[in-house]
C-alpha cells in the first residue's frame, strides 16, 4: 500500500474513520507549523501564525501543487476536498464565541470610549472594503475580465471577515440563492484566497508599519519589535512560568469544566440555526443566510440572560477563548490547505487588482485618516484596526501586544468595545452575509450606493461630534518651532 492509498478519503472501515484521520493529518500539518514558527527567524520577525504555515504546508503537500508534479499524491484530492467544509462548520463555533462571557458595555460606553473607533472600522474596512471593491468591479473588471458581480465582495469577506467569514460564505457561493439562476462556486476559493492575501499582509505590512511608526515616534509605549525576547518571537512560555490558560467555574466530579463552557457554545449555534430557519419561512432569498451571524447574536443573547439571572460568572472567558482559538486554528489550516489553485491561475489578475486596491487603501487610511480621525494612543488604535481589517480579529490584537504589551493604552479597550457594536453587522456579521443576496437581486450599484451613504454618514458623525483632530505630530512639530523661535 502506497501513500496515496494510506491517505484516500475512502481508506478506512467508515466515515468517522475517514474524518479522525483527517484531523490527525491537520494535527500533525500544525505541529509542523509551530516547528517552523520555532526555527524560522523569518517567520519569527514576520509573526506568522502556525495555523497560516499549516495551511501553506498542505497546500504545498496537496493536490494541486506537490501532488501535480510527483508520481503519487502526498494529500489526495478526496481529503483536500474534504477539508473544504470543515470551515464552514467551524466558523459557527467561531462566532458563537466572539462575545460570549464578555461584559456587554451600555451605549454610552460604546460611544464614548470606541465611537471615533467605530467611525474609522466602516470608513476603512466595514463599507470601504465594499466602495473599493465595487468601484474596481464596476469600471475595470467587469468591462475587461467579464467577472461576476459578486467579486466585488470578496475584499469584506476575506479581509475583514477572515478565513471564518470565507467559509460561512462558501455554501452561498456554491449552492446560489433559491429563486434565482445564480451562483458562483469558484468565490468560495477565491474568499480563501482573500482571507489568506489579507492575514498575510497584515502581519507582513503591519510589522513594517509599526517599525516605521516606532522609529517616528509615533508609540505611546515603545516597544521595537526587534527588541522582543526570543520566547516571544517563538510563540513559546518559558520553562517554569506556565500560566494557567482558563478557570473552572463548576467541580469536574459532576462535569468537565471545559465540556460545560462548550454547552453556552452550542446553544449559541442552536438559537442562530433557529433564526435562520425563521428567516427561511420570511422569504426564499433569506433561506441562503449562513449560521455563523446569528450564533453570535445567540451568544449575545445567552450572555444577556446570564447576566440577568446574575449567574454570568458562571461563563469563564478564557474557556471560551480556548474554544474559539481551537477552533480558528483548526479552520485556517483547513482553510488554506483545501484551496484550489487552478481557480485562483483563473482569476490571478482580477484578484491581483481587487486585493492590490484593498490593500492600498486600508493602508493610506491608517497612515494618514488615523492620527486626525482617532484620540489618544491613535498608531495603537489605527494598527489594531488595520491587523482586524486586514487579517482577523486577533492579529489586530497580536500587532497591538508588539506595541502595548500590558495594554497600557485605551487602545484595547477602544478596540474590544468597538468590535462589540462592529461585529453583528460587519466583518462577518449581518451585512455581510447578505452583501452578496443585494447584489445578485438589487444590483451592484446598489451596494455602491449603500457603502457611499454608510461612509459619508459616518464622517458627518465624526465631524459633528468633534473627533476630527490635527495630526499630532504635527502639532509636536509646530509647538518646536515655536519653541525655537
Request: neutral net charge.
Amino acid at each position: 500500500m502506497d501513500l496515496e492509498e494510506l491517505l484516500n478519503l475512502d481508506v478506512g472501515s467508515s466515515a468517522i474513520s475517514a474524518i479522525l484521520l483527517q484531523i490527525c493529518i491537520l494535527c500533525l500539518l500544525l505541529a509542523v507549523g509551530k516547528l517552523l514558527r520555532v526555527k524560522v527567524r523569518l517567520f519569527q520577525n514576520l509573526f506568522l501564525p502556525a495555523s497560516v504555515l499549516a495551511g501553506f504546508l498542505g497546500l504545498i503537500l496537496g493536490p494541486f501543487l506537490l501532488g501535480s508534479i510527483l508520481p503519487f499524491e502526498i494529500i489526495p484530492k478526496g481529503m483536500s476536498s474534504s477539508w473544504s467544509f470543515y470551515p464552514g462548520v467551524l466558523v459557527n463555533i467561531v462566532f458563537a464565541c466572539l462575545l460570549l462571557g464578555m461584559r456587554l458595555p451600555t451605549l454610552k460606553e460604546v460611544g464614548t470610549k470606541a465611537g471615533p473607533q467605530i467611525s474609522f472600522g466602516i470608513i476603512m474596512g466595514g463599507m470601504g472594503d465594499y466602495l473599493v471593491g465595487t468601484v474596481l468591479t464596476l469600471l475595470i473588471l467587469m468591462p475587461l475580465f467579464n467577472i461576476d458581480p459578486t467579486f466585488a465582495t470578496l475584499i469584506e469577506i476575506g479581509f475583514s471577515g477572515g478565513h471564518g467569514t470565507a467559509g460561512g460564505m462558501a455554501t452561498v457561493f456554491r449552492e446560489g440563492i433559491p429563486g434565482t439562476d445564480w451562483s458562483f462556486p469558484e468565490g468560495a476559493d477565491l474568499a480563501m484566497t482573500s482571507a489568506t492575501i489579507g492575514i498575510v499582509t497584515a502581519v507582513a505590512l503591519g510589522m513594517f508599519l509599526i517599525n516605521v511608526g516606532a522609529r517616528k515616534g509615533y508609540c505611546r509605549i515603545l516597544v521595537r519589535p526587534e527588541n522582543l525576547s526570543v520566547e516571544e518571537r517563538r510563540g513559546i512560555v518559558p520553562k517554569g512560568e506556565a500560566r494557567a490558560i482558563a478557570k473552572g467555574t463548576v467541580c469536574s466530579t459532576s462535569i468537565e469544566p471545559l465540556a460545560f463552557t462548550m454547552i453556552f457554545v452550542g446553544i449559541s449555534i442552536l438559537i442562530g440555526w433557529l433564526i435562520v430557519r425563521g428567516l427561511a419561512a420570511i422569504h426564499i432569498y433569506l433561506s441562503t443566510m449562513p449560521i455563523f451571524p446569528f450564533a453570535m447574536i445567540g451568544g449575545i443573547i445567552i450572555q444577556w440572560s446570564m447576566v440577568k439571572l446574575k449567574i454570568d460568572y458562571l461563563i469563564d472567558r478564557g474557556s471560551v477563548e480556548r474554544i474559539m482559538g481551537l477552533a480558528l486554528d483548526f479552520l485556517i489550516v483547513s482553510a488554506i490547505a483545501s484551496i484550489k489553485i487552478p481557480i485562483i491561475i483563473e482569476y490571478a489578475l482580477p484578484l491581483l487588482i481587487l486585493m492590490g486596491g484593498a490593500i492600498a487603501y486600508n493602508t493610506l487610511l491608517t497612515w494618514y485618516l488615523a492620527p486626525r480621525m482617532l484620540p489618544d494612543a491613535w498608531f495603537e488604535r489605527g494598527m489594531a484596526e488595520y491587523g482586524m481589517q486586514c487579517g482577523l480579529t486577533a492579529t489586530g490584537l497580536a500587532l497591538l501586544r508588539v506595541m502595548d504589551p500590558d495594554y497600557k493604552t485605551p487602545a484595547a479597550e477602544a478596540f474590544a468595545f468597538k468590535q462589540i457594536a462592529y461585529e453583528p453587522f460587519l466583518g462577518g456579521g449581518l451585512f455581510t452575509a447578505m452583501s452578496p443576496i443585494i447584489v445578485v437581486t438589487l444590483g451592484l450599484k446598489w451596494l455602491l450606493a449603500i457603502a457611499m451613504i454608510a461612509i459619508a454618514a459616518s464622517l458627518i458623525i465624526t465631524w459633528v461630534c468633534g473627533w476630527f483632530h490635527p495630526h499630532p505630530r504635527r502639532s509636536f512639530d509646530a509647538e518646536d518651532e515655536e519653541m525655537g523661535s
